[in-house]
C-alpha cells in the first residue's frame, strides 16, 4: 500500500520560508516509472498544481512560484521536499504530496491532479503578519 505523509506546514509571515517534506512508504522514489509532485488547495476552490518532477529530474512550475519554490528529492530517504521562499500571503493553501507511476524518460507530468493516483492527507501553510 502507498502512503505519502507530508509535514513542515505552518504559519510564517510574507517575505519567509518553509520547507514542506513528504515521505513515501510503499512506493519508491527511484522506481523506473516514478514521479511526484505537489499540489495545494484553498477552501471552495480547486487544487492546483504547484510542482512536478519526472523521473529523470525534470521539473514544471506553475507560473504563481517560479523562482520562489524548488522541489528536490532525497532517494535515501525516498522523501521529496519542497522549498518554499518569498512567501506571499496568496500561497496560503492546503499543501498535498502526490506521486504516479507510468513515467517514462522525458515525460514530465502535468500540473492536473487528474494524472496522479496517490496522494498524503495535506499540510497547511498559512502566510499572514
Known amino acids: 500500500e502507498v502512503q505519502l505523509v507530508e509535514s513542515g506546514g505552518g504559519l510564517v509571515q510574507p517575505g519567509g520560508s518553509l520547507r514542506l517534506a513528504c515521505v513515501a512508504s510503499g512506493y519508491t522514489l527511484n522506481y523506473a516509472y516514478a514521479c511526484m509532485g505537489w499540489f495545494r488547495q484553498e477552501p471552495g476552490k480547486e487544487r492546483e498544481g504547484v510542482v512536478t518532477?519526472?523521473?529523470?529530474?525534470?521539473?514544471r512550475h506553475a507560473d504563481s512560484v517560479k523562482g520562489r519554490f524548488t522541489i528536490s528529492r532525497d532517494i535515501a530517504k525516498n522523501t521529496l521536499w519542497l522549498q518554499m521562499n518569498s512567501l506571499k500571503p496568496e500561497d496560503t493553501a492546503m499543501y498535498y504530496c502526490?506521486?504516479?507511476?507510468?513515467?517514462?524518460?522525458?515525460?514530465?507530468?502535468?500540473?492536473?491532479?487528474?494524472?496522479?493516483?496517490?496522494w498524503g492527507q495535506g499540510t497547511q501553510v498559512t502566510v499572514s503578519s
Open positions: 502526490a506521486a504516479r507511476t507510468g513515467c517514462s524518460n522525458g515525460f514530465l507530468p502535468p500540473l492536473q491532479s487528474w494524472s496522479f493516483g496517490y
Open positions: 518532477i519526472g523521473r529523470d529530474g525534470n521539473t
